[in-house]
Nanobody
Framework: QVQLVESGGGLVQAGGSLRLTCTAS???????MGWFRQAPGKEREFVAS????????VYRDSVKGRFTISRDNAQNTLYLQMNSLKPEDTAVYYC?????????????????WGQGTQVSVSS
């Protein structure tokens, strides 16, 4: 069993930055991990994912060049550095994990989820 806890959300002005952290209770070094977000009234959507080695990353088009996903397997921690934030980035952000050697971008393929952290970007 893996338990995931997100932190680092908050309220920031447009153009600002936040760094989200996802801390796992168990060993996740052989897990693919990802970040998703859900805005009110919308479906949960893919943001970024990373392979278990950290060697491959995938991003949704709207965050490319602004967000960076990374991981520290020694610390069982996943990060999402978010720069140049926009009001449309406002959502609850979730981290997810699944034992896998490939990158996963669809929510239904993940079997472990955190409780989410709110990110609000004001214009």
């Amino acid at each position: 069993q893996v338990q995931l806890v997100e932190s680092g959300g908050g309220l920031v002005q447009a153009g600002g930055s936040l760094r989200l952290t996802c801390t796992a209770s168990g060993r996740t070094s052989n897990y693919a991990m990802g970040w998703f977000r859900q805005a009110p009234g919308k479906e949960r959507e893919f943001v970024a994912s990373i392979s278990w080695t950290g060697g491959r990353t995938v991003y949704r088009d709207s965050v490319k060049g602004r967000f960076t996903i990374s991981r520290d397997n020694a610390q069982n921690t996943l990060y999402l550095q978010m720069n140049s934030l926009k009001p449309e980035d406002t959502a609850v952000y979730y981290c997810a994990a699944r034992q896998s050697v490939v990158v996963i971008i669809t929510p239904r393929e993940y079997n472990y989820w955190g409780q989410g952290t709110q990110v609000s970007v004001s214009s």
